[in-house]
């Protein structure tokens, strides 16, 4: 019942609705998770604490596209110019010289 009006209260106010099973169990159950040093979260493994970073990490990347949807693209764009401007300037100049002596 509750997650139904969850789903309601996203649609009303228009905002995204990020979902995911949580298949861990409450394995740490001490008044803090983890290290406080950001780099080294010292998650454990089958918390459902990791469930929820999971989760987050995703949304964080959806929104992310959401925001810059054609950024993803651009730079694969780019990339591939790049590598065809290199594959050119490489056989270019050795292609212009054998058909230049032909």
Do not use: W
């Not at 996203?10 to 290290?35: F, H, M, N, W």
């Amino acid at each position: 019942m509750g997650q139904d009006a969850i789903e309601l209260v996203a649609r009303a106010l228009d905002v995204p609705l990020y979902r995911r099973v949580i298949s861990g169990t409450a394995l740490v159950q001490d008044s803090e998770y983890g290290g406080r040093d950001a780099k080294e979260r010292g998650g454990v493994a089958g918390d459902e604490t990791e469930d929820l970073y999971a989760l987050l990490a995703d949304v964080k990347v959806m929104q992310t596209l959401f925001m810059h949807p054609f950024s993803l693209v651009d730079r694969m764009i780019r990339c591939s110019l790049n590598i065809l401007a290199q594959k050119v300037s490489l056989s270019g100049p050795s292609s212009q010289t054998t058909s230049a002596s032909a």
